[in-house]
C-alpha cells in the first residue's frame, strides 16, 4: 500500500488550509498514494493561534467538510482530515475519514486530552476501526498516542496493520533545532512513535505540521520499529511512502493478555 503523510505550514485561515489540503492532496493522488494524512487540528487551525470565530463555526465546518470530501473525489485519493468538530453544542478533536470516491466513512475522536487541552475539547469515548481497499487501520490523535500505548493497541488487537497519528508538538517561536530523527537529545515523542509500532508489530504513520522548532518529523516508523521514511524538519511537503503489509503481522499485539491488566476485557 502507498500512503502518504503531508506537513503542511499553519494555515492563516480556514480557507488557506483548504487550499493547501487541496495542493497536497492532489500531489499524493498524482503520486498515486492511496490514503494522505493530516496533521492535528488542520482545519479550521490549531486553537489559539488567532484564528477568526467565523472560520470556527458549525456551518463553516460543515462547509469545509464538504469541500475536503470533493477534494477527495476530484483526486481519487482517500483523505484522513483532523478537525475540531460540533457534536451536538461540544467541540470535538477529531478525524474524519474520506474515501476516494468524497463518501465520508466516519471519525474518531480524541478520547484522551491533554490536562491543558481540557478546556478546548470535550474527550471522546469510542475507538473505531477503518477500511480502505481491504486494509484495516485505526487512528491516534497526539496525546493520546503519545502517552496512552493502548489507544494504538486497541487497534492493533483488531486487525489494524497500520494506525496513522495526527499530532502537533513544536512551535515557530522557540526551541530546539532538531537535526536527527530518534536522537537522544531530542523530545521524547520519536522515541514514542518507534514504541508504538514495536509493541503492536504494526506501522505507525505520524504526521506533524512543518514548523521552525519541530519537536517530532513526520515519518513512517515499520513494524520493527526503525524509521522507513522521515520528512525533512521544518520543510512543508507530501511524505510518499510504499509499506509491505506483509510485515505488519500485530504478532505482538495479538499475544497481549488484558486478562492480566483490566478487570475487564476490551470491549
Given at each position: 500500500m502507498?500512503?502518504?503523510?503531508?506537513?503542511?505550514?499553519f494555515?492563516?485561515?480556514?480557507?488557506?488550509g483548504?487550499?493547501?489540503?487541496?495542493?497536497?492532496?492532489?500531489?499524493?493522488?498524482?503520486?498515486q498514494?492511496?490514503?494522505?494524512?493530516?496533521?492535528?487540528?488542520?482545519?479550521?487551525?490549531?486553537?489559539?493561534?488567532?484564528?477568526?470565530?467565523?472560520d470556527?463555526?458549525?456551518?463553516?465546518?460543515?462547509?469545509?467538510?464538504?469541500?475536503?470530501?470533493?477534494?477527495?473525489?476530484?483526486?481519487?485519493?482517500?483523505i484522513?482530515?483532523?478537525?475540531?468538530?460540533?457534536?451536538?453544542?461540544?467541540?470535538?478533536?477529531?478525524?474524519?475519514?474520506?474515501?476516494?470516491?468524497?463518501?465520508?466513512?466516519?471519525?474518531?475522536?480524541?478520547?484522551?486530552?491533554?490536562?491543558?487541552?481540557d478546556?478546548?475539547?470535550?474527550?471522546?469515548?469510542?475507538?473505531q476501526?477503518?477500511?480502505?481497499?481491504?486494509v484495516?487501520?485505526?487512528?491516534?490523535?497526539?496525546?493520546?498516542?503519545?502517552?496512552?500505548?493502548e489507544?494504538?493497541?486497541w487497534a492493533?488487537q483488531?486487525?489494524?496493520?497500520?494506525?496513522?497519528?495526527?499530532?502537533?508538538?513544536?512551535?515557530?517561536?522557540?526551541?530546539?533545532l532538531?537535526?536527527?530523527?530518534?536522537?537522544?537529545?531530542?523530545?521524547?515523542?520519536?522515541?514514542?512513535?518507534?514504541?508504538r509500532?514495536?509493541?503492536?508489530?504494526?506501522?505507525?504513520?505520524?504526521v506533524?505540521?512543518?514548523?521552525?522548532?519541530q519537536e517530532?518529523?513526520?515519518?513512517?516508523?515499520?513494524?520493527?520499529?526503525?524509521?522507513?521514511?522521515?520528512?525533512?524538519?521544518?520543510?512543508?511537503?507530501?511524505?510518499?511512502?510504499d509499506?509491505?503489509?506483509?510485515?505488519?503481522?500485530?504478532?505482538?499485539?495479538?499475544?497481549?493478555?488484558?486478562?492480566?491488566v483490566?478487570?475487564?476485557t476490551?470491549?
Open positions: 502507498k500512503i502518504a503523510l503531508a506537513s503542511p505550514f494555515p492563516k485561515s480556514l480557507r488557506e483548504l487550499a493547501s489540503l487541496r495542493v497536497l492532496a492532489e500531489y499524493a493522488g498524482l503520486q498514494a492511496e490514503v494522505v494524512c493530516f496533521p492535528e487540528s488542520f482545519i479550521p487551525g490549531y486553537p489559539g493561534m488567532g484564528y477568526s470565530k467565523e470556527r463555526t458549525a456551518d463553516a465546518l460543515k462547509w469545509a467538510l464538504a469541500e475536503a470530501c470533493d477534494i477527495a473525489k476530484r483526486n481519487h485519493i482517500a484522513i482530515l483532523p478537525m475540531d468538530w460540533y457534536l451536538g453544542s461540544q467541540v470535538f478533536n477529531l478525524a474524519h475519514v474520506i474515501s476516494n470516491k468524497g463518501e465520508l466513512l466516519g471519525y474518531q475522536t480524541k478520547n484522551q486530552l491533554d490536562p491543558t487541552e478546556n478546548l475539547w470535550t474527550a471522546g469515548e469510542q475507538r476501526i477503518f477500511e480502505l481497499n481491504k484495516k487501520f485505526g487512528i491516534t490523535i497526539c496525546h493520546e498516542g503519545f502517552r496512552y500505548p489507544s494504538v493497541r492493533a483488531r486487525g489494524a496493520q497500520i494506525v496513522f497519528h495526527p499530532h502537533f508538538v513544536g512551535s515557530n517561536e522557540k526551541g530546539m532538531l537535526t536527527e530523527f530518534g536522537a537522544k537529545e531530542n523530545p521524547y515523542y520519536e522515541k514514542a512513535m518507534m514504541m509500532a514495536l509493541e503492536n508489530t504494526i506501522y505507525f504513520a505520524s506533524n505540521y512543518a514548523a521552525k522548532y517530532a518529523a513526520s515519518a513512517v516508523i515499520a513494524p520493527d520499529g526503525s524509521c522507513l521514511a522521515r520528512q525533512n524538519y521544518g520543510e512543508s511537503g507530501v511524505l510518499i511512502v509499506i509491505d503489509l506483509s510485515k505488519a503481522t500485530g504478532t505482538l499485539a495479538k499475544r497481549f493478555k488484558p486478562a492480566l483490566y478487570e475487564k476490551f470491549s
